[in-house]
T-cell receptor, first 112, second 118 residues
Framework: QKEVEQDPGPLSVPEGAIVSLNCTYS??????FMWYRQYSRKGPELLMY????GNKEDGRFTAQVDKSSKYISLFIRDSQPSDSATYLCAMSRMDSSYKLIFGSGTRLLVRP | GAVVSQHPSRVICKSGTSVKIECRSL??????MFWYRQFPKKSLMLMATSNEGSKATYEQGVEKDKFLINHASLTLSTLTVTSAHPEDSSFYIC??????????????FGPGTRLTVL
């Protein structure tokens, strides 16, 4: 079993839709949770950074962490064609390694 | 914001040659840098953790002698793929951790280097 599971998609939605992206994980030691956006042939760009459980909102993006269920989500409101990309969840433990464990990424396509 | 650059962005080489990829943190000091490898439509696989002034820590299954990592300064880490073969063709991405920042585990990623070995 992978430490972090993420549906690879692709997920296709019409412009303006609310997008829900999810990851599950198995290691209860994860404390930091991140969402990255990656355009084709580019490096990942950090979208959301969350410590422990709870919600965090930034513009059209909302990140949720439910540690009891080992489940994290990213919601994108009013999705735009420019949001079309691969979204990677990542998480790390609270230790000195600072290593990130990535999900496999979900490809999102927002249709005009 | 914190910016990380990589050079070159793309390289094509012949089998058996060595290729060096540079990763630089442009506006901050990075005591720790990471090297990842990404296959098409796949996630990032951590290859090694590079700490300034010390030997890199390699992930299980990554050949140390094949992928040489040097982190000589707080703003520069290099990855050298030695005696490259076609199976080494991949997208190599580095990241740098912002030491002392409010989000200690935040990593800033470079734009990646696409290596093609003929």
């Amino acid at each position: 079993q992978k430490e972090v599971e993420q549906d690879p998609g692709p997920l296709s939605v019409p412009e303006g839709a609310i997008v829900s992206l999810n990851c599950t994980y198995s290691n209860s030691a994860f404390q930091y949770f991140m969402w990255y956006r990656q355009y084709s042939r580019k490096g990942p760009e950090l979208l959301m950074y969350t410590y422990s459980s709870g919600n965090k909102e930034d513009g059209r993006f909302t990140a949720q962490v439910d540690k009891s269920s080992k489940y994290i989500s990213l919601f994108i409101r009013d999705s735009q064609p420019s949001d079309s990309a691969t979204y990677l969840c990542a998480m790390s433990r609270m230790d000195s390694s600072y290593k990130l464990i990535f999900g496999s990424g979900t490809r999102l396509l927002v249709r005009p | 914001g914190a910016v990380v650059s990589q050079h070159p962005s793309r390289v094509i080489c012949k089998s058996g040659t060595s290729v060096k990829i540079e990763c630089r943190s442009l506006d901050f000091q990075a005591t720790t840098m990471f090297w990842y490898r990404q296959f098409p439509k796949k996630s990032l696989m951590l290859m090694a953790t590079s700490n300034e002034g010390s030997k890199a820590t390699y992930e299980q299954g990554v050949e140390k002698d094949k992928f040489l990592i040097n982190h000589a300064s707080l703003t520069l880490s290099t990855l050298t793929v030695t005696s490259a073969h076609p199976e080494d063709s991949s997208f190599y991405i580095c990241s740098a951790r912002l030491a002392g920042g409010p989000r200690g585990n935040e990593q800033f990623f470079g734009p990646g280097t696409r290596l093609t070995v003929l």
